[in-house]
Structure formats: C-alpha cells, structure tokens
C-alpha cells in the first residue's frame, strides 16, 4: 500500500490511471485458495484389496482432483480388515503427521461383518469425528450396508448408525459407498466383497458430491 501511494505521489496523470486500474484488477481476482490434505482412513473397500495399484477409488480421486485443478493431497491411510477400533487407535497419529483439512472416515463394515457390538462402533466413531475436529479438519462420513447375516434388525441398525452420527454430529455424509454396485454381481471379485476395478469409478462418483463441498468447490 505504502508502494502504491509513492507510484501515485510520482507519477504522471496517465500513468496513475494505468496504476489504479492496474491495483483494481488484482484486487478483483479471487481469492488464492491453499492446497488441502485429505486423509482417508478406511479399509479394504479404500486400500484396493486385490486390484492393481492405483486402480482403487481413492487413487481415482487424486486423478479427478488433478483433471479438475483442485489443488489436493490426498493420504490413503486405509488398511484392509481395520476397523472403528483400529481406526480410532491410527487416528490421532494420522492427525499430528499430516495435519488434514479433511478427514474421509470409510470404516464399519468390518465391524458389522463381525457381528461386533454397535454401541461399541458407535462410541468409535465418535472418538475419530471428536479428534478430527478438535484439529479443526472437516470429516465426511461414509456409509456402508452389510448383508442380512446377523438378522435384518442388526443390519438396519447398523446402516441406519451413519445417518445418526451425521445429523448429530453435523458432519457431511455419503449414504452408501455401493450405491449402483452393491446389486450387480459381476462388479465384485470372487469373495462378493470386495468390488473389481470396474466398480471404483461409480463408488469415487459416490463420494465426490459430498466431498467437492469441503473443498470449497
């Protein structure tokens, strides 16, 4: 500013006008937006558990983000078979190393496969979403549906869990990580778990209208 009223006090009329149109123009351009770091904390579904490497949704992403100019880093911090409890325990590490502006909780499904408690889930999860936003990181929670092998009571309680905590908690929230995979047998490998290649542009299409609004898109 300093700089600027010596140019003017100097300058000739038409060069003082070249100056203020010149400081309106910058002043006009939107604001630098930060790189952000995104976390994602989740399983097998998000560690690309018998795909070849950078075949996954989550290394999707970091391509859609490059496409898109979205400046991003995204850290895959997922590991197949972790659950609420393992995650919880990672957690705080992931924190203090990378410093997120957003973490993506993708966990539960091992949980419930496990017939684990759901209170117990419950109380993890809300352990994880108190930590990341003690740092100030906006968390986007995903959904997960199970098979009806604990009885459909279980299964449904267990789903019906992730839209409670994001009403609660006030978190963003995608509804079903399968949504459009989950009813098709051929998009799954042999165990009818674990998605095929093929399915993770449909789950990353899943998950990237929730999440482009944390990143201020």
């Not at 905590?165 to 079903?176: G, I, R």
């Not at 459009?180 to 542009?201: C, M, Y």
């Amino acid at each position: 500013m300093l700089l600027l009223r010596f140019l003017l006090r100097h300058a000739t009329r038409h060069v003082q006008q070249v100056i203020v149109l010149l400081a309106f123009a910058v002043s006009a351009l939107p604001a630098y937006s930060a790189s952000k770091t995104v976390v994602v904390l989740g399983d097998s579904l998000s560690a690309e558990y018998g795909l070849t490497r950078g075949k996954g949704w989550v290394a999707l992403l970091e391509q859609r983000l490059q496409q898109k100019n979205i400046a991003a880093t995204v850290i895959n911090a997922s590991i197949s078979g972790d659950t609420t409890s393992g995650g919880k325990a990672r957690l705080g590490q992931l924190l203090d190393k990378y410093h997120p502006d957003i973490v993506i909780i993708e966990l539960g499904g091992n949980d419930a496969l496990r017939g684990l408690s759901l209170n117990a889930s419950e109380a993890n999860f809300k352990s994880m979403i108190d930590m990341a936003q003690a740092t100030r990181a906006k968390v986007l929670l995903v959904g997960m549906r199970i098979p009806p092998n604990y009885g459909p009571d279980y299964s449904e309680r267990f789903f019906s869990l992730y839209a409670k905590l994001a009403k609660s908690m006030k978190l963003a929230l995608v509804p079903f990580l399968l949504e459009g995979v989950a009813e098709k047998n051929e998009l799954f490998q042999a165990d009818r778990i674990h998605p095929v290649a093929e399915a993770h542009p449909q789950i990353l299409n899943n998950v990237w209208p929730h999440l482009l609004p944390l990143l201020g898109k």
